[in-house]
């Protein structure tokens, strides 16, 4: 799917309700997307950029939840995991850095994608060397974002054993 048809899709979208508590999804007859059903917490504390990934992500069959602070996403994490984060470096209360130590603290932690608008190769080694499974600088084009989740996430299962 393209990014005029996601912006289509986005300018369209009615926001429904799952089965799941917490977790939104588009409510609509859409083929399946290439995150169908993946649990996604986005993270970042400017709503626009929030509501803009969130939707696409939903146009791509996400289950998603929103936080718009490092301790809400830790909190999230902590009490009902997804199976992906799309986290935000420069958050109020807790930074991302904060929040990915404690989210990618466990075993079964989330695969994270950190997005910033921050160009520097420190940052960027030290959420390496936290966990971060990716690193995208802002902006980031929402189709390479869903592609990267979705690259991610079969990544994780094959290498979990488990085929599609």
């Known amino acids: 799917m393209g990014d005029e048809q996601i912006n289509d899709q986005i300018n369209e979208q009615v926001d429904g309700q799952t089965d799941e508590p917490g977790f939104d999804s588009v409510d609509s007859d859409h083929e399946e997307g290439m995150l169908e059903d993946v649990r996604v917490l986005i993270v970042d504390d400017e709503k626009d950029v929030l509501d803009a990934i969130t939707m696409a992500f939903q146009s791509e069959g996400a289950l998603t939840l929103t936080a718009m602070d490092g ?9 009902d995991p997804p199976e992906l984060v799309i986290l935000d470096m420069m958050l109020p209360k807790r930074s991302g850095f904060l929040a990915l130590e404690k989210i990618k603290g466990k075993a079964d932690s989330p695969i994270v994608i950190m997005v910033t608008a921050n160009e520097g190769k420190r940052h ?14 802002k902006p980031v084009p929402l189709m390479l974002l869903l592609n990267k989740a979705a690259e991610l996430l079969d990544a994780r299962d094959e290498s979990d054993g488990v085929l599609e």
């Open 124 to 137: 960027q080694a030290y959420g390496e060397s936290l966990g971060v499974d990716a690193y995208m600088l």
């Open 71 to 79: 301790d809400e996403a830790v909190k999230i994490c902590e009490e």
